[in-house]
């Protein structure tokens, strides 16, 4: 008599998404594999992602081709913005300069979408002025990410808008249809600190819209979930989100030179999924992040082209995945600068079956 075993193996048990392995090159540029499961069939849509690492120091951000890392710029103010060094998250970031002109707008463009995800990175020197100071003053503001349908009038929202009174962010815009407002408080906008902000916007108007903004800033810590708007009204009915624009208004202030980086704009159904590097392994933990442009994204797999950040070699770091739903991760560590290898594991779900013959 032959015995035979025959390994079988069962099925897996769903959950929430989880990561097994990563591959590749974890530096500013390299590529990784993220291997898993429950990611998501479909990821996000990238109209654009700028860390002006493309630049050079003092010369002019412009638009076309080549310009950013991904998709491209389709206006800027000239002579309003350039790259550089001084007080970058890497080596360049945009500066605006508002000392002599209140409207200085870096706008990307796209096909009308009703779900939009916008992360970025912004910072104020310390002895200079935010946009609209001194305050006190009726009609002085800033408005740091404005997203609009085909004007500023037309299914607009602010996120955030600073009030002439300088403490208070609020997120609206011009048009009265549906005419969304809401205020987020004060955000302790420290100078001389980088700030993190991420805004998710699902364009509805039978009260089936969403607002969900996070902020993050080196001066008092954690990542926040500050804003958690559901059940609204974000579009008017038939409208559409069609551009983006960074810093599209603000006072023409003395002194004011505030500074953007690592601008990412996804459009379209899933724009909420996206790969992000923490320092954490709780993702509402971490102090510093820095967002990845996929490349392929399924349930069990996704590609990503790595932007570091303020991350540098040796810093011990953790990967991320939001899926489209919303639902987050645990961190996946890896140390940014080294090169991950493929883990094998024997499957652990194995039967053995006895055969007689």
Same mark, same amino acid.
């Given at each position: 008599m032959r015995i035979i075993l025959l390994l079988v193996l069962l099925p897996s048990l769903a959950g929430a998404q989880t990561i097994n392995n990563v591959s590749g090159e974890v530096y500013n540029g390299g590529s990784i594999t993220i291997s898993g499961s429950s990611f998501g069939a479909n990821g996000p849509t990238i109209d654009l992602f700028d860390d002006f690492e493309l630049g050079s120091n003092g010369s002019e951000v412009t638009t076309g081709a080549g310009v950013a890392q991904v998709g491209e710029w389709d206006y800027v103010e000239s002579p309003y913005v350039t790259y550089t060094n001084n007080g970058a998250r890497g080596s360049l970031a945009a500066m605006h300069d508002h000392t002599s002109h209140y409207v200085i707008p870096t706008s990307a463009l796209f096909s009308g979408v009703r779900e939009i995800f916008v992360s970025w990175w912004i910072y104020v020197p310390a002895g200079t002025n935010i946009p609209g100071e001194p305050w006190g003053v009726a009609g002085r503001g800033w408005k740091q990410m404005w997203i609009t349908g085909s004007a500023t009038n037309d299914d607009d929202l602010v996120v955030p808008s600073l009030t002439? &009174?300088?403490? *208070?962010?609020? =997120? #609206? /815009?011009?048009?009265p249809d549906p005419g969304y407002s809401?205020?987020?408080?004060?955000?302790?906008?420290?100078?001389?600190?980088? &700030?993190?902000? *991420?805004?998710? =916007? #699902? /364009?509805?108007?039978?009260?089936d819209g969403n607002i969900h903004l996070w902020r993050l800033t080196e001066a008092s810590g954690n990542l926040d979930l500050i804003e958690e708007d559901d059940n609204v009204n974000t579009l008017k009915s038939g409208g559409a989100f069609e551009r983006v624009g960074a810093d599209l208004w603000g006072s023409t202030t003395t002194n004011c030179y505030p500074r953007y980086d690592d601008i990412y704009i996804a459009v379209g159904d899933y724009a909420r999924a996206r790969v992000e590097i923490g320092d954490n392994a709780t993702y509402l933990d971490c102090t510093d992040i820095a967002i990845c442009v996929p490349t392929s994204w399924s349930d069990t797999s996704i590609t990503v082209d790595v932007y570091t950040g303020n991350f540098v070699d040796g810093d011990d770091a953790y990967i991320?995945?939001?899926?489209?739903?919303g639902n987050v991760s645990s961190g996946y560590a890896v140390t940014i600068g080294a090169s991950e290898s493929p883990t094998i594991t024997p499957p652990s779900n194995l039967t053995a079956t006895k055969v007689s013959q």
């Open positions: 002439s &009174h300088g403490t *208070a962010w609020i =997120i #609206n /815009g011009n048009d809401n205020y987020v408080g004060s955000m302790n906008f420290n100078k001389g600190y980088w &700030h993190h902000l *991420a805004v998710w =916007i #699902n /364009g509805g108007y039978n009260n991320f995945i939001n899926d489209a739903d």
